[in-house]
């Protein structure tokens, strides 16, 4: 930072003169060019400056320690922000009014005491006005900080019981969702075909953040640790890899917004503000959601934007198209950003439970967990003779990712478990993948609550090497009342669309050729009544 001598140099004799007033000292130069290099050395005598900022309102005293933890310096738009406007005015107005004696704001109570100066630094956007502390003032700040204990701020307050009256305890249905996830992307899938207990595009970007994924697709030798490994160990680890990636962007995920432009936001360094902030909390206590995100907007507005610039991201609502540009919407970008950590990621993670005051009402409390917590993978899974195989939630993932990619998934109202039906054309599939009818029978033999049923065996082993036996067709029947309209049917150009016969009166229309046999028959004098037509 420039020293306080420098500052002072930007400014007018009259300025000067008002500092030198409001400090107690006397100011003998009367060339500007001597002043400041005067007024610099009065200001820096002795324990003169203590004094000064002792005298100071608690709320300008924050001021100056909320700059010297930010290395000194913070973006003009952003300390205005927090501590109010300073009157842009002329040096004859200023010396008019005397405004110095009438300060609007703790910007001011500052500025016309030159304990903070502005002035352009240039930042990663480029040229930028700091408000900031000259290097003099900033290192006095910094030690009386080191003899001063400061209170520690806590982000909020408890929860009252009413907010807290319906509870959703953290869990690690997140392991499941991406067992599901994994296994349909193998099967070339975009996505599973029902919807999960957690967020598809969470787990999407977290599978890059994992190494479970990358540009040239699934990892199989990741996914086949991921789906080996003890839940409680692939937790941690995942919840580590979360932590620390810098490429997952929470921001992007927020649902109702849309994001328009080339734009970047630091997403690794968000997210460890929001955890750094909820290490305020106290843990396994009922935490107000409300009160949190009110806290940070006040102690630390912009813990995303540190430049303290709404203007330069392109965000529109989906919900009214409307453009989130200025800090008046705060609210609905950082407020909803904090609010999804909390409900969203750390929740799915196992780390924070929820409450809300009723059933269906919107979660207005938190509780911070000491530690994750994952059960074993012990349940066993079952198998009808018609090849219907029901897979609990705490089977072996390993278990439900083999099965998942032989059989078609059915759809199963009990969370707690999966439902897949053998079929051809699934088993057809997994062959086409090199997989091998051995591999689902022997999961089905390693996993399962009873024995296999022989039959379905058998019938597994015969279609590795027969195929499909059977086939279910649907077919179009033309039937004619007399067998000579049959005969002369076939004679016609129409003949070649005719099928097998089934009778002296019926016959097989070939597929998409009933209007050609309905033309020919009108040819012959016979309206045919298509029983398949909407």
């Known amino acids: ?50 004094e000064v900022i002792d005298a100071l309102p608690t709320e300008a005293r924050n001021a100056l320690n909320a700059l010297a933890q930010r ?40 500025y016309y005491r030159a304990l903070l100066a502005r002035a352009f630094f240039d930042s990663s956007s480029g040229a930028q006005e700091f408000a900031y502390l000259p290097d ?69 970007d977290l599978l890059p953040a994992a190494h479970l994924r990358t540009t040239d697709g699934l990892q199989t030798d990741v996914v086949k640790t991921f789906v080996e490994t003890e839940r409680s160990k692939i937790l941690a680890q995942l919840t580590h890899d979360w932590r620390e990636s810098e490429a997952l962007d929470e921001l992007r995920q927020l649902p109702d917004l849309i994001f328009e432009g080339a734009w970047t936001n630091p997403a690794l360094d968000t997210r460890q503000t929001i955890l750094a902030s909820l290490e305020t909390i106290p843990r396994e206590k009922w935490w107000s959601l409300n009160s949190f995100v009110a806290a940070i907007k006040e102690h630390n507005p912009d813990f995303q934007r540190t430049a303290g610039d709404y203007d330069a991201w392109f965000i529109r609502r989906t919900e009214d198209n409307t453009a989130l540009r200025g800090f008046e919407y705060w609210d609905a970008v ?83 478990e999966y439902r897949y039906q053998i079929t051809p054309s699934a088993l057809e599939k997994a062959r086409e993948q090199e997989l091998k009818v051995s591999h689902l029978i022997g999961a089905l033999k390693k996993y399962s609550s009873a024995s296999v049923p022989p039959l379905l065996v058998r019938t597994l082993q015969r279609w590795e090497v027969n195929g499909t036996e059977a086939r279910v067709e649907t077919i179009s029947v033309l039937r004619l009342s007399k067998p000579e309209d049959l005969d002369a049917l076939r004679k016609s150009k129409a003949g070649r669309f005719l099928g097998e016969a089934l009778g002296p009166t019926a016959v097989i229309i070939k597929s998409g050729a009933s209007s050609k046999v309905m033309a020919a028959l009108v040819e012959m004098g016979i309206f045919m009544k298509d029983e398949i037509e909407k």
């Open 71 to 110: 290395e000194g310096r913070m973006p003009w738009v952003a300390f205005i922000r927090r501590f109010g406007e300073a009157r842009e005015v002329g040096p004859g107005h200023r010396d008019r009014e005397e405004i110095h004696l009438n300060p609007i704001s703790t910007t001011e109570v500052l």
């Open 1 to 50: 930072m420039p020293t306080l001598a420098q500052s002072l140099h930007s400014h007018d004799l009259g300025h000067l003169r008002i500092i030198a007033q409001l400090w107690g000292v006397d100011l003998l130069a009367k060339e500007r060019g001597e002043a400041y290099e005067e007024l610099a050395e009065l200001l820096l005598e002795g324990q003169l400056v203590n």
């Open 334 to 416: 950082e407020g909803a950003l904090i609010r999804y950590f909390i409900t969203g990621p750390l929740h799915w993670l196992g780390l924070v439970d929820l409450a809300s005051p009723s059933e269906d009402g919107p979660v207005t409390a938190f509780r911070v967990r000491f530690t994750t917590s994952a059960k074993p993978e012990d349940a066993k899974i079952n198998i009808s003779t018609s090849g219907l195989i029901t897979v609990p939630r705490y089977a072996p993932r390993v278990a439900r990712y083999i099965i998942a990619r032989f059989c078609s998934w059915e759809f199963s109202k009990n969370p707690d």
């Open 136 to 204: 003099e003032l900033l290192e006095i700040i910094r030690a009386r900080e080191e003899d001063q204990v400061a209170p520690e701020i806590e982000f909020g307050h408890l929860a009252h019981p009413d907010q807290r009256a319906r509870v959703t305890l953290a869990d690690d249905h997140l392991l499941d969702d991406m067992t599901t996830v994994i296994a349909a992307l193998r099967l070339g899938w975009d996505e599973p075909p029902f919807p999960l207990d957690t967020s598809l595009d969470f787990i999407l």
